[in-house]
């Protein structure tokens, strides 16, 4: 970055160049290039070779790990970063394909490959905070800021000004950058990995494709909006502009977001009216937990029907006048529905007083009315949905991603299969018609009681669900169900934070697992943990033979946001062997 002393620098380079045209001149008629440059190529990192320096502006006194922290969350891809403390802008290195793929009509400019990517990248982050400051990314050349305030459309759904094809470009380019992450943090090892020679710089495995959302505007199952202020005071049900750690607790309306339903919107509407015209206890405040009403959420399936959730706290109000409020509010919504106004199948209270944003997925709910759960459809299978059950967000997305795992499973009838992480059961059922046996491992003890019914409903047999640690029920599940000889293959589908490392420490340990297909929805944490699972073996936290990586696809759930799951197939021994066979 440039210092106070650039400007000067840059004159007198000026008027060299003024008194030297002779010297300029040799210098053309030299190797074609000037000395400044020859310098600046001496100088430039290797590794920064088919990227393109950017600035980050307006973030004096955040430090560069509180700025990686932020990019990270955004999943903007990212080759380097520089930051110094006290500075105000910090240097960001984006990917800069030099083949122009393709150009787009976007704010009546052409851009090429690159600049879709440095428009998605701008998208995402110009407008939000880190720290309490407000991020612009601006070319190098760029001396002017842009007004970068952010709708709440915007900060939700950072890339719905751009094309859909558009947003795919952008998603490859973000999953190529992990991917190659994953080829230089293994390349620094002591050790030496004959597969990672051929991967020379790029990425550790083919990314084949991403594949489409077959829906793209209103495609969310689940929404859960916060109760807060906007920026007039007024009650309102929707979104956070930004992190409360940033500064802004503000909330807005959702009505422009696009992945939105019109019956969550509904809802939200609804509840909105009710807080600002039917009751008078306050929204809940993060700032000094004050306030009563703290989140409302909304699940709804392809066949129309509508759950909704009403959270609040009891901490701050006498009850007699939290249960009137609780009963103008169920009449308030009852009279919506009565009219036609809305629809809704079950209303549920969730009382939680908790100073943390979000309650356990074990917090009890009250069913006020309706039914207690309502049930999906996904590959021809029926999955019950309970008002904290886990479910994929984007049903048909979810449906592309499931038939992908199972394909990738490969399943002849004679496999056992570990579903780790299994939640409800969706990935295990759905592949169970092609499996010898299904484990499903499950931390929570409620959605593991979910799976069992939906293996119930669907008349699936050959399942079996654990409740317990990953790290300790894996060793369990093999030793029970896994004869000599006989296959096994591993199915991931983590939280967004990953595996802990005990359980890839279980992964690498059994010996039977020779497959392993990792679905991730946060493809920056999977870097760390596909080091893990591919590093040499050191007799210490890298037991056992490392997995290799096969082949990677993205699968798009989260149309107009930067966010895509990540699909990984893993493989070591014998089914490593017959692969690499078969190629030849």
């Not at 430039?44 to 006194?61: R, Y």
Request: proline letters at 4%.
């Amino acid at each position: 970055m440039a210092d106070d002393a650039a400007p000067a620098k840059r004159e007198r380079d000026e008027e060299a160049e003024n008194v030297e045209p002779s010297k300029r001149q040799r210098d053309a008629d030299g190797d074609g290039s000037t000395s400044r440059q020859k310098s600046e190529a001496a100088t430039k990192d290797p590794s920064d070779q088919g990227f393109k320096k950017l600035l980050i502006a307006g973030i004096p006194g955040v430090r560069q790990d509180a700025l990686q922290g932020s990019l990270n969350r955004s999943a903007i891809p990212f080759h380097r970063l520089q930051k110094k403390k006290m500075d105000k802008e910090a240097e960001i290195w984006l990917p800069d394909d030099p083949v122009i793929i393709r150009v787009t009509i976007l704010s009546l400019l052409l851009f090429s490959a690159s600049d879709i990517c440095f428009q998605a990248c701008k998208l995402v982050l110009n407008g939000t905070f880190v720290h309490g400051r407000k991020m612009q990314l601006k070319d190098v050349e760029q001396s002017t800021e842009e007004d970068s305030a952010r709708t709440l459309s915007q900060q939700v759904t950072a890339l719905a000004d751009l094309s859909y094809e558009d947003q795919i470009y952008f998603k490859e380019h973000i999953l190529h950058t992990s991917l190659r992450r994953v080829t230089s943090d293994l390349s620094k090892s002591k050790y030496e990995l004959e597969w990672l020679k051929a991967c020379s710089r790029g990425p550790c495995c083919k990314l084949e494709k991403v594949f489409h959302s077959p829906q793209i505007r209103g495609y969310r199952n689940k929404n859960e909006f916060t109760i807060g202020y906007d920026r007039d005071g007024k009650a309102t049900v929707g979104f956070r502009y930004g992190r409360f750690a940033d500064g802004d607790s503000s909330v807005g309306s959702a009505d422009q977001c696009l992945h939105i339903p019109s019956c969550a919107l509904k809802v939200a509407e609804v509840v909105t009216d009710f807080l600002r015209n039917h009751q008078k206890l306050e929204c809940w405040g993060a700032a000094k937990h004050t306030g009563t009403w703290r989140m409302v959420t909304v699940r709804n399936n392809s066949d129309a029907d509508v759950i909704a959730v009403v959270q609040y706290s009891s901490s701050n109000a006498k009850k007699e006048e939290l249960d009137d409020a609780l009963d103008c509010l169920d009449k308030h919504i009852r009279s919506k529905v009565d009219a036609g106004e809305m629809a809704l199948t079950s209303l549920f209270f969730q009382e939680y007083n908790d100073v943390s944003n979000r309650a356990n997925d074990d917090c009890p709910v009250r069913l006020v009315w309706g039914n207690p759960s309502f049930h999906e459809t996904l590959m021809n299978l029926q999955f019950r949905i309970s008002p904290s059950a886990f479910f994929q967000v984007n049903t048909k997305g979810a449906e592309v991603l499931y038939g992908l795992v199972r394909d990738w499973v490969g399943a002849t009838g004679t496999e056992t299969v570990l579903d780790v992480c299994c939640g409800t059961g969706t990935i295990g059922i759905c592949i169970a018609s092609g499996a010898r046996k299904v484990i499903g491992i499950e931390l929570c003890a409620p959605a593991i009681e979910d799976a069992k019914l939906n293996a119930e409903r669907n008349n699936i047999t050959n399942c079996e669900f654990l409740v317990g640690k990953a790290e300790d029920q894996i060793d369990a599940a093999i030793s029970q169900h896994v004869k000599d000889g006989d296959k096994c293959v591993a199915v991931v589908d983590p939280p967004r934070e990953g595996l802990h490392w005990k359980v890839i420490k279980a992964l690498r340990m059994s010996k039977e697992i020779e497959r392993i297909v990792y679905v991730s929805c946060n493809h920056v944490a999977w870097v760390e943990q596909a080091r893990q699972l591919c590093h040499p073996s050191d007799d210490s936290r890298h037991p056992g033979e490392p997995f290799e990586p096969i082949k990677a696809v993205g699968v798009d759930l989260f149309p107009h946001t930067p966010h895509v799951e990540l699909v990984v197939l893993l493989e070591r021994g014998n089914t490593l062997k017959d692969t690499k066979a078969s190629r030849l």
